[in-house]
């Protein structure tokens, strides 16, 4: 590692923490993990951050000088979590950025897992270049990062880029994580497809198996995907006619179906899009899994330098 300085730079999710040093140029260095205690509330969830983040800091020194935390869940603007998935219990009220900077003698910046993912796109990734991107993860859930300049659009409440929650078009309406009836996160996730495979068969199979017959030709294997992808490529149709970005990415495990889902999609979407945003092109993601640690160091460095340099107090 050159002179160059690091933040540390911690991913919750709601099975694995990841924390590692990621430096200005978006390098990640000094990956390490830990298993989420999901159920055992805030504190213990910030406990197990702080306890697998602490030697970084004693590996980066004072070429240390911020901390980025990205999270499951909506980020208010004080860095306290302002509502949660069910998957992390009593996480909802958290006050991340403060057990950050005391735990870790650090200036730190929360901000929701899908944001730092699209800041970590389009700094370093699929939409590095593009002045506006929308970034669209589709794994367990939809989420997604409207990114402008290589800065995330957060919203009034933190809730910006929420793309799972827009309505899925000509669908009975299943009910969605977020408790409203027929959004596309619930016809298009990962369970969401297990799900919509077992209503058609009878059969409970992984996306990756389902992934494996749809490859070998199952037709209800290839139609459940194709469905996904479809409903996918429509609404991402409809918000590129809303915010005709320069590019469109696609991260999260869904997406390693490669084009069983990215060829119906794209097919969806040029039948959606207005003339101007048929074109945008529609990639796969760059940085897999590291995005998220990626984007939360990358957002915290930036922010420290907007503010100057403040003061590390250790
Ligand atoms: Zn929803």
């Known amino acids: 590692m ?29 990956q390490r993990r830990t298993a989420t205690p999901a159920a055992e509330g805030g504190q213990a969830i910030m406990a197990a951050v702080l306890d697998c983040a602490r030697p970084l800091l004693d590996l980066g020194g004072d070429r240390v ?39 870790l003698g650090l200036p730190a910046v929360v901000v ?28 367990t859930g939809i989420g997604g990062a409207l990114v402008s300049g290589g800065v995330t659009v957060t919203g009034r409440s933190g809730t910006a880029g929420a793309i799972g929650h827009v309505p899925a078009p000509g669908v009975a309406g299943r009910r969605c994580s977020c408790g409203a009836a027929g959004h596309v996160e619930a016809h298009a996730s990962g369970p969401a497809i297990e799900r919509s495979y ?5 059969q409970a199979l992984g996306l990756r198996r389902i992934a494996s ?33 320069d590019v469109i990415v696609i991260a999260g495990g869904v997406s390693r179906l490669g084009s069983l889902l990215l060829g119906p999609a794209r097919r969806a979407f040029r039948a959606e899009a207005l003339p101007g945003p048929r074109g945008i ?26 503010v100057g340099g403040a003061p590390v107090v250790r």
């Open 112 to 139: 929701n897992d899908c944001h730092a993912a699209g800041t970590a796109e389009a700094r370093t990734g699929a939409a590095r270049g593009a002045r506006t991107a929308l970034v669209v993860a589709v794994g």
């Open 213 to 245: 017959l749809a490859r070998s030709g199952d037709p209800r294997a290839c139609q459940v995907i194709t469905g996904a992808a479809t409903l996918l490529g429509q609404v991402l149709g409809g918000a590129a006619n809303l915010l005709d970005p």
């Open 281 to 306: 092109p529609i990639r796969a993601a760059a940085l897999g899994e590291r995005a998220g640690l990626v984007g939360a160091g990358l957002t915290a460095l930036h922010a420290h330098a907007r």
């Open 198 to 202: 077992q209503e058609l068969t009878g």
């Open 2 to 30: 050159s002179r160059t300085p690091l933040a540390v730079a911690v991913d919750i999710g709601g099975t694995k923490i990841a924390v590692g040093l990621v430096d200005a140029q978006g390098r990640l260095h000094e």
């Open 65 to 103: 000088l911020a901390c980025g935390v990205a999270t499951a869940g909506v980020v208010d603007a004080a860095g306290r979590i302002a509502s949660a998935t069910d998957l992390l219990s009593g996480w909802a009220g958290t006050d991340v950025k403060g057990a950050a900077e005391q735990g």
